[in-house]
Nanobody
Framework: QVQLVESGGGSVQAGGSLKLSCAASGYKFSNCRMGWYRQAPGKERELVSSITRVGTGTYTDSVKGRFIISRDNVNSTLYLQMNSLKIEDTAVYYC?????????????WGQGTQVTVSS
C-alpha cells in the first residue's frame, strides 16, 4: 500500500531553519507530482509548495524566497527546506502525493508533522 511518512518537524525560533522530509513507499514516486500542505489551528489546509515529476517547484506567495521544495526520485523522498521561519509558519505540515488533474486533488496524504515557530 501507499505510505507517506513525514519527519523533521519541531520547535524553532523565528528566523531559524528547519528541513522536512517525506519518505514514500508503495507506489511509483517518480511518476507523481508532489506537494506540501499545512494547516494551522482554526484555519483551512493550504498548499505551501508543489513539485513536478522533474523537479520544478512552485510556492505560495507567503513562503517565496524562504522555502525550497526538492525531491529525490531515486530514494523516493520529498523535502521542504524552510528558512527565515516566521510565527505564522506554525502549522502541521502534510506531504501529499500524486496530483490528479481529473479530480483536482492529491490521491495520497501523510499523517503530518508539527512545526512550531516562536518569537
Amino acid at each position: 500500500q501507499v505510505q507517506l511518512v513525514e519527519s523533521g518537524g519541531g520547535s524553532v525560533q523565528a528566523g531559524g531553519s528547519l528541513k522536512l522530509s517525506c519518505a514514500a513507499s508503495g507506489y511509483k514516486f517518480s511518476n507523481c507530482r508532489m506537494g506540501w500542505y499545512r494547516q494551522a489551528p482554526g484555519k483551512e489546509r493550504e498548499l505551501v509548495s508543489s513539485i513536478t515529476r522533474v523537479g520544478t517547484g512552485t510556492y505560495t506567495d507567503s513562503v517565496k524566497g524562504r522555502f525550497i521544495i526538492s525531491r529525490d526520485n531515486v530514494n523516493s523522498t520529498l523535502y521542504l527546506q524552510m528558512n527565515s521561519l516566521k510565527i505564522e509558519d506554525t502549522a502541521v505540515y502534510y506531504c501529499a502525493a500524486c496530483w490528479s488533474v481529473s479530480t483536482n486533488r492529491y490521491v495520497n496524504w501523510g499523517q503530518g508533522t508539527q512545526v512550531t515557530v516562536s518569537s
